[in-house]
């Protein structure tokens, strides 16, 4: 089955820094990368993803490149803000669900 | 449109009691899951349907049985609870296994 691994567990940067949360996959039959963003004590919510169709997407701040030969897909954000301080989870498609990573706790000091 | 809805929202057991997770999603999703979040863990699948009348077990099946009702619902339950299974537990949806999955809030239950 697919196998997603994400990294760095946890990232502290300062306000208005950019940040950087890297993930690998291991099915190259998968395409369809989202990714979610958790606060605490609520539910994980979408803020982005990407099909192995397209190599970038980007929607304000936040952005997800794609590089299907290496099997690896990384979130941007940039001009980080405090209220970007959450969980970021990357998800890839195996064959009937998703796999998700283990998530990176974002912590953006002001 | 309330989305993916899911009850209870708080559950305190004794070991060895058994209980249901009850989840419905108003989306006419095809697919539904169940899973668990343990600090430091992530998201773990436990089970899930691809589709009405079918159900798989997921990377942590063990102590849980599942039944998907109809297109809607799907339940979760816990025949002998253990310590071991207090956690977070996450309903969702997606139109199937390659789209967006969408979440409950969650059920917090805590096995004593």
């Known amino acids: 089955g697919e196998n997603v691994e994400q990294h760095p567990s946890t990232l502290s940067v300062q306000e208005g820094d950019s940040a950087v949360i890297k993930c690998t996959y291991s099915?190259?039959?998968?395409?369809?990368f989202p990714w979610y963003k958790q606060e605490l004590g609520k539910r994980p919510q979408l803020i982005i993803d990407?099909?192995?169709?397209?190599g970038e997407k980007k929607d304000q701040r936040i952005a997800v490149t794609l590089n299907k030969t290496a099997k690896h897909f990384s979130l941007h954000i940039t001009e980080t803000q405090p209220e970007d301080s959450a969980v970021y989870f990357c998800?890839?498609?195996?064959?009937?669900?998703?796999?998700f990573g283990k998530g990176t706790k974002l912590s953006v000091i002001p | 449109n309330a989305g993916v809805t899911q009850t209870p929202k708080f559950q305190v057991l004794k070991t060895g009691q058994s209980m249901t997770l009850q989840c419905a999603q108003d989306?006419?999703?095809?697919?539904m899951y169940w899973y668990r979040q343990d600090p430091g863990m992530g998201l773990r699948l436990i089970y899930y349907?691809?589709?009405?009348?079918?159900?798989d077990k997921g990377e942590v099946p063990n102590g849980y049985n599942v039944s998907r009702l109809n297109k809607r619902e799907f339940s979760l339950r816990l025949e002998s609870a253990a310590p071991s299974q207090t956690s977070v537990y996450f309903c969702?949806?997606?139109?199937?296994?390659?789209?967006?999955?969408?979440f409950g809030e969650g059920s917090w239950l805590t096995v004593v």
């Open positions: 969702a949806s997606s139109q199937d296994g390659r789209n967006t999955i969408y």
């Open positions: 099915d190259s039959a998968s395409n369809y």
């Open positions: 990407i099909r192995s169709n397209v």
């Open positions: 998800a890839a498609s195996g064959s009937y669900q998703l796999t």
């Open positions: 989306m006419n999703h095809n697919s």
């Open positions: 349907s691809a589709s009405e009348g079918t159900t």
